[in-house]
């Protein structure tokens, strides 16, 4: 198959999962474009089967804000047209999936092409996005235009049927992972380098958004700390990173506090981790905290969204009420303080991450494609 994937290209989780797609899709002999404004941030070598097509925005004084929607548009029609592309997967609602019903509606009343369409509805463009009023007419029109539409959990599905008043199928494909990439990586000296044998080493991974809730992180952590020998390693940036830094500058444990910026091998620190924290507000599926079980690392997150779905509540972590800051202490010490316990709780998140190895999930995608061309 040609495929064309329509993607964000940075490290949140519907750029990492379709620029995955993409290089697995590649290797298994189909030829893949990935059509962005940038090089996917996994978009790490060179293949035969893969190539990349930028979206080049004109700057016109007229416009305030470049119209990158019509810009894609153009690109799709463009592709489609001189490159054969069988079928075109977006991640991601807007402005990707309606600038696909657009380049449809054009290769139609212009070529007599069709175009088949997959929208893969990945979360925040459905719970944050599409909750404003202005979007949602746009949004659910682009939802029924789709030819087939997949979502990566139950609970967004939920959500999106709920919200949109949607009457169509939408399928539940999981996000997935590289399950021979990500594992424990017994790396002691990195381990040595950040902490002392005594201290226990918390991670927290996001794109620092206030749906994140950082300030819950620190809360947590501090109360830990009070507790046991911690330090605390912060991965990602955005928009709450610099307040956060802030605060842990004059923080009581400062200097066990230690803010990498974004990593583009995640799993590297995600080794030396002990416990991986996540107290986001809302989470579609919850790919940092699939990352993290691979790597044999337990995890406490909210119970909001897809994350029950990811999570075996008591077995490869623990499911918490959001903000509930005493929960989750307590949740958290349970796991760190028995060494033993803790070796139990990493064996049963590294054993049920298995069930999300892209080997098993990929497949599903494979599938729709050739119901979609039937």
């Known amino acids: 198959m040609n495929i064309g994937i329509v993607l964000y290209p940075t490290f949140g989780g519907s750029g990492v999962i379709a620029t995955e797609l993409g290089k697995s899709l590649a290797e298994k002999g189909h030829r893949v474009h990935f059509i962005s404004y940038e090089q996917p941030v996994r978009f790490e ?31 799709i029609v463009d592709l489609v ?3 054969n592309i069988d079928l075109l997967h977006v991640h991601y609602a807007i402005p990707h ?37 202005t979007y949602l007419p746009v949004i659910k029109y682009c939802i029924e235009q789709s030819d087939f539409v997949t979502s990566v959990s139950e609970s967004l599905k939920q959500d999106t049927i709920d919200y949109f008043d949607i009457k169509r199928p939408i399928e539940v494909i999981p996000n997935f992972l590289d399950i021979k990439r990500f594992k424990n990586l017994n790396n002691d000296d990195l381990k040595r380098q950040i902490a002392t044998k005594k201290e226990k080493i918390i991670v927290h991974a996001s794109n620092f958004r206030k749906v994140k809730r950082v300030d819950d992180v620190l809360k947590v952590y501090t109360k830990i700390a009070d507790k046991i020998p911690a ?21 009581k444990y400062g200097k066990n506090i230690k803010f990498f910026g974004k990593q583009s091998r995640i799993e590297e620190i ?18 940092a905290a699939l990352e993290a079980m691979a790597c044999e690392v337990p995890v406490i997150c909210t119970d909001t969204g897809g994350q029950k779905e990811v999570m075996q509540d008591g ?39 298995k069930d999300f190895d892209q080997e098993k999930i990929i497949p599903n995608y494979e599938a729709l494609y050739q119901r979609v061309l039937m």
């Open 45 to 75: 070598y060179f293949s035969e089967n893969i190539f990349f097509h930028e979206v080049s925005v004109s700057k016109y004084p007229l416009f305030r804000f470049p119209p990158y929607e019509l810009a894609l548009t153009g690109k």
């Open 81 to 83: 047209k001189y490159e």
């Open 97 to 133: 999936a309606a600038a696909a019903v657009m380049a449809k509606n054009i290769l139609k009343n212009t070529s007599s092409i069709n175009l088949p369409i997959v929208t893969t509805l990945h979360g925040t463009d459905i719970t944050v996005v599409g909750r404003d009023k």
């Open 231 to 251: 330090m605390l390693l912060m991965i990602g940036d955005g928009p709450e990173r610099k307040s956060l830094e802030n605060k842990c500058r004059n923080h």
């Open 270 to 287: 995600l080794s030396i981790g002990d416990l991986f924290l996540i107290t986001s507000e809302t989470e579609s599926f919850g790919l």
């Open 315 to 353: 077995k490869t972590g623990f499911c918490c009420s959001m903000g509930e800051i005493e929960e989750m202490v307590e949740k958290a010490i349970y796991i760190l303080e028995d060494e033993k316990r803790l070796q139990v709780f990493r064996k049963s998140a590294r054993a049920h991450a």
